[in-house]
């Protein structure tokens, strides 16, 4: 019918704004994942700088009474003062955690553009995220990486816009237009 062509057009044109829309969103929300991941590793090498200093401290305790620091890891542990007993598990903890900070912000550094993701998540510290997620600041990525996250960001959000508005809104579309053609008895027309 003529009278519902404006609408038509109407209809098209907010499908086109909103892939415009759906576009820009994804990109600007896709790209600033680099943009985190920097800030968060970051906070990372801020506790493995801690980590060591404190790993220091307890080493050069151990270099002064003769021992390495496992040695004195285990004879602390292993002391009959509760007190005394639990600083050795404080200084194992420490050791530990040094380990597994070094171990991540390695990872984090020599992933490339396709791993870092997963990396990341692999390797990813709820601690830290939350506290980097707190003081987050977006930013305008201008490097490659940032470009890449911000096309799949476009990529995904429309898939998204179509897959969860386009798609289901046509699929109606279509079975009023057949409905409407069976109860005007013009079921073998051709759509237009």
């Known amino acids: 019918m003529r009278w519902t062509r ?3 057009a109407a209809g098209t044109a907010g499908g086109k704004f909103l892939d415009r829309a759906a576009c820009v969103a994804g990109a600007l929300v896709f790209s600033q994942a680099p943009e985190f991941m920097q ?10 700088d801690e980590a060591r200093r404190q790993l220091q401290q307890f ?4 270099t002064q009474s ?8 285990a004879k602390t542990s292993g002391n009959a003062d509760a007190a005394v007993a639990r600083l050795g598990g404080v200084m194992h903890a420490a050791a530990e955690r040094a380990d597994s900070l070094y171990s991540a912000e390695t990872a984090l550094r ?5 791993e870092r993701p997963f990396v ?6 709820p601690g830290i995220a939350r506290a980097t997620w707190s003081v987050f600041k977006p930013a305008v990525p201008t490097t490659m990486e940032g470009l ?3 096309a799949i960001g476009v990529a995904v959000a429309l898939l998204l816009v179509h897959v969860l508005c386009v798609w289901p809104c046509r699929a109606v579309l279509r079975r009023r237009r057949r409905h409407k053609r069976v109860v005007d008895g013009t079921a073998g027309a051709v759509e237009r």
């Open 110 to 114: 020599t992933a490339s553009l396709w």
């Open 66 to 73: 003769g021992l390495t620091l496992d040695e004195l890891i």
């Open 59 to 62: 080493q050069a305790v151990a």
């Open 120 to 125: 990341f998540l692999r390797h990813l510290d």
């Open 148 to 150: 890449v996250y911000a």
């Open 6 to 8: 404006p609408f038509s």
């Open 39 to 48: 800030q968060y590793l970051q906070r990372l090498g801020g506790h493995l």
